[in-house]
């Protein structure tokens, strides 16, 4: 039996992929009739988190964020002793050891994860979590939580399942966000997306090529500026600002991704490569 708390769409996914390859599952809810799909489909609910997590040995959790589990475990201190907690919500890296921490003194184990598909693909071949905590509680459970999708176990460090979590939600929601930013720019001329957005697919398939170089710029901290150095991709920033000012629309995007080259090319990095970048960033982390 596993125990599946938290029924929005992406917990209603993986409670039926669990029913599906032959697992009992328990369910709880806030909203109880959200539980009515997946009851029909063969789970079972019950009335508090506390028989929930007292049904199984795995309890997996499905929440807005990581202060909703405290607020439902909460409820189920007294049997969470000898449990695991999956944690497959999102938050913080640092919310993520508190969370750890606060199971852990209950006398629990406590494993982050990170779902990173849609919850229509639960299950499918494209689906991958991020996991991390104590490897020999993952390896125990391995083969059930590969059946969500393929397991990418990332270390002890309880925080990593989040932090890779969080850095491909970055590039995501960025990459949507310049994408909207790109169409308002061509919008404003009246031309139609459908004829830009062949171009803007050919673009983000071309951005796999610079990858794996400029990590390992980043990592030997050597950023040759030989073929597209700070000043010249900065003057290119510049442009596409001025350019969102002609046209009247919105300069939040552009004008952040300037300040970037801007302060490389203050910091010194004007004829290195676009990769400096990194050491400006990374300066203003906390």
Known sequence: MITLIGLGP?????????????????????????????????????????????????????????????????????????????????????????????????GAKFIAGGVMVPAELVGKDEAYVFYSGPADVFEKHRETLALIGRADFLGEDVRLAQLFYQAQLDIFLNSLSVFMHASALVSSAGVSLQKFVPYAKDNFKMMDFYLEAAAEQIEKGDHPGDDANVTMMGATADHIVQASRDAGIDVVLPEAVKSHYDRAIAAGHGRSSWTSLFEVIKADRK
């Open 10 to 106: 992406m917990g209603q996914s993986m409670v039926r992929v669990l029913l599906e390859n032959g697992h009992g599952v328990t369910v709880w809810n806030r909203t109880a009739s959200r539980a009515d799909g997946v009851v029909a489909a063969g789970a079972v609910r019950v009335e508090t988190p506390a028989d929930a997590v007292a049904a199984s040995e795995l309890v997996l959790l499905s929440l807005t964020d990581y202060a909703a589990m405290y607020d439902i475990l909460g409820k189920a201190e007294d049997v969470l002793a000898g449990r695991v907690i999956v944690n497959l919500s999102s938050d913080t890296p640092e919310k993520t050891r508190e969370a750890a921490e606060w199971v852990e003194a209950r």
